[in-house]
């Protein structure tokens, strides 16, 4: 994280400001990694390190998605984990009414109803867009924070540009390519 949004939102913490804009403390955001299954064609992610490349080499890391809170924070809200077995598909979504639309779907609570991570639910305190989009061939869900992977993805891959899932604080370009 750079260090002019690290001290401004040090400074927005310590002035006691109470707005739209009070930030969670960034010392506690931790990475989201980004793995993905080419045998499966599925993206996972995980603030758990211990998770990462979980599956041995069949879900290589591809790097940090972005930087999350495990426990909420000022202006945080749930984000949530839910998997299909049958698609094969990890889903990720901050809101109740998809994530209970989907269970009735078959989808299952990987987290035993408990959010996964902490996110932003609107683009304050240096945060940016974490872009969700959707393969309806593959049935794989992709995230990411990059505007130039998102393009990628929709004008080469298939997918389509769904929403923005919610707001991550950025990683930097080392994190991002080396998953530090």
Not at 29 to 38: D, G, L
Request: with cysteine.
């Amino acid at each position: 994280m750079s260090a002019t949004l690290l001290s401004v939102a040090v400074s927005a913490l310590q002035s006691g400001r109470r707005s739209s804009e009070t930030c969670g403390d960034p010392a506690n955001a931790v990475p989201f990694y980004r793995s993905y299954s080419p045998t499966d064609v599925d993206h996972y992610y995980t603030a758990g390190p211990d998770f990462v490349n979980r599956f041995d080499s069949g879900w290589p890391l591809q790097g940090v998605a972005g930087f999350v809170f495990l426990t909420q924070e000022e202006s945080t809200v749930p984000f949530y984990h839910i998997y299909s077995r049958t698609a094969t598909d990890n889903y990720y979504t901050i809101s109740t009414t998809e994530r209970d639309a989907a269970l009735k779907n078959g989808y299952i609570n990987v987290t035993n109803g408990d959010p996964l991570t902490y996110i932003y639910p609107t683009q304050v305190c240096g945060s940016v867009p974490f872009y969700k989009l959707y393969n309806p061939t593959k049935l794989d869900n992709f995230y990411t924070t990059s505007e130039s992977e998102r393009l990628d993805f929709i004008a080469s891959q298939g997918y389509i540009d769904v929403e923005i899932a919610g707001y991550v604080l950025p990683a930097t370009p080392f994190h991002t390519l080396f998953g530090q």
